[in-house]
């Protein structure tokens, strides 16, 4: 399959994902101008009126930029839709992503065709994330143009998959568009996730140690200081299995080496986790990957992504010796 040509424009081939509460306005604008996909989830515009302006802001920034650099334009940017049937907004949702034409469409909890029809309605493209290839094989089925593969270790809802195992299982049968995300914080991982089958990386938890993202100054030293042993896999907050920080979890006074079992049937990602204590999910408990050890300061996303850069032109010289 030809690759949409919609990423011919990104310096790096990463897709920021979308990092809930933590994505707005502002750290996407910067991922885009910096030369790497900007995503963010519907569900963090409050209220739903909020995401047209969101998109009415990114969508004229974008342009303004294009504009002045015409040799260096942005990159494009998506937004994450929560399919799954606890999300009553996805409707409205849809339709002021309609109306804004946005060009790229992350979906997540459930596949759906119409979902995709609409989207591709208006010229746009969907990529939906999944943890194992009995899920991507129905995503394609019902009209995704592109997979997110969330391995073991990625930040917020991930997968048990080694990525060795997910990308080779799913590039048995897909030739199209496919991300991967889990652990990937460095210019040799992007890399990496290329030479084992993937197209782009998806990366989240170390821009949330950058000075656009929507997070505490507790919750960006969290990810500085972290490593990988810091993180704890654990249903109960959203009741889906995802990656946390375990200070933020001993923070709400909770053990996270004892944590009960979550209940999928009252998820909510507005009101919080299913844990019972003052904590709700992703402000008071924070979303972390393995791959934080990398992350060793603050810094804008511009910088972050120079890196990234660097350390990805660096990578591909020492294999070119």
Not at 4 to 19: D, E, K, T
Not at 131 to 151: N, P
Request: net charge negative; proline share 5%; glycine share 10%.
């Amino acid at each position: 399959m030809r690759m949409p040509p919609i990423f011919n424009r990104l310096r790096l081939p990463v897709i920021g994902s979308p990092l809930f509460i933590i994505s707005g306005p502002e750290l996407v604008i910067a991922q885009c101008k910096a030369g790497i996909v900007g995503s963010f989830p519907a569900l963090n515009a409050r209220p739903q009126s909020l995401l047209d302006e969101w998109l009415h802001r990114i969508t004229e920034e974008l342009a303004a930029h294009n504009r002045d650099h015409p040799d260096a334009p942005a990159a494009p940017f998506a937004v994450n839709q929560i399919v799954h049937k606890s999300n009553d907004r996805l409707e409205a949702d849809l339709a002021t992503c309609a109306k804004w034409q946005v060009p790229i469409v992350i979906t997540s909890l459930g596949a759906r065709e119409d979902l995709n029809t609409a989207v591709h309605g208006w010229g746009g493209i969907t990529l939906h994330d999944v943890i194992d290839d009995r899920f991507a094989r129905k995503a394609i089925e019902k009209g995704a143009d592109g997979l997110i593969a969330v391995a073991a270790g990625a930040g917020g809802h991930a997968g048990r998959l080694s990525p060795f195992a997910i990308v080779q299982e799913i590039r048995q049968w897909f030739a199209g568009p496919l991300a991967l995300s889990g652990a990937i914080a460095t210019g040799d991982a992007v890399l990496a996730a290329q030479a084992m089958g993937a197209d782009f990386a998806y990366i989240g938890s170390p821009f949330i140690a950058t000075a656009e993202a929507n997070a505490t100054a507790e919750y960006k030293d969290g990810i500085v200081a972290g490593k990988a042993a810091d993180i704890v896999y654990s249903n109960l907050f959203t009741g889906v299995h995802g990656n946390y920080l375990r200070a933020s979890i001993v923070a709400a006074g909770l053990d996270p080496d004892a944590l009960p079992e979550g209940d999928l049937k009252t998820m909510n990602f507005g009101a919080g986790g299913n844990d019972g204590s003052k904590a709700k999910a992703w402000r008071d408990i924070w979303g972390s990957g393995q791959g934080i050890g990398a992350v060793d300061r603050v810094e804008s996303v511009a910088e972050r992504v120079e890196r990234l850069a660097a350390q990805y032109a660096a990578a591909r010289a020492r294999l070119a010796v």
